[in-house]
Nanobody
């Protein structure tokens, strides 16, 4: 069994910052690609930022220069540093990981989501 626990969401004023965390636990052998997605009310879930196992990153155009994805392999944790937040960043943010489990095989796991609200 593998579990993802997200934290760090909340209410922030425009221009503010938040740091999201996604901690993976369980029968983990290794973690491959990681990503952050978001879903605003009435909209489809979209990719915000992703990081390959090798460390290469890519970002949605709307967040480039403001958001930074990072990982701590020792802690099996993924982060999303969000700066210069805008009201249009308001959404539920989800982490997504490719995990190779101890028993063998590769699974794709979603976090439970964390609400980010940017409002004055």
């Amino acid at each position: 069994q593998v579990q993802l626990v997200e934290s760090g969401g909340g209410l922030v004023q425009p221009g503010g910052s938040l740091r999201l965390s996604c901690a993976a636990s369980g029968s983990i052998f290794s973690i491959g690609a990681m990503g952050w997605y978001r879903q605003a009310p009435g909209k489809q879930r979209e990719l915000v930022a992703a990081m390959s196992r090798g460390g290469s990153t890519n970002y949605a155009d709307s967040v480039k220069g403001r958001f930074t994805i990072s990982r701590d392999n020792a802690k099996n944790t993924l982060y999303l540093q969000m700066n210069s937040l805008k009201p249009e960043d308001t959404a539920v943010y989800y982490c997504n990981l490719d995990i190779r489990v101890v028993a063998g095989g590769l699974i794709n796991v979603w976090g439970q989501g964390t609400q980010v609200t940017v409002s004055s």
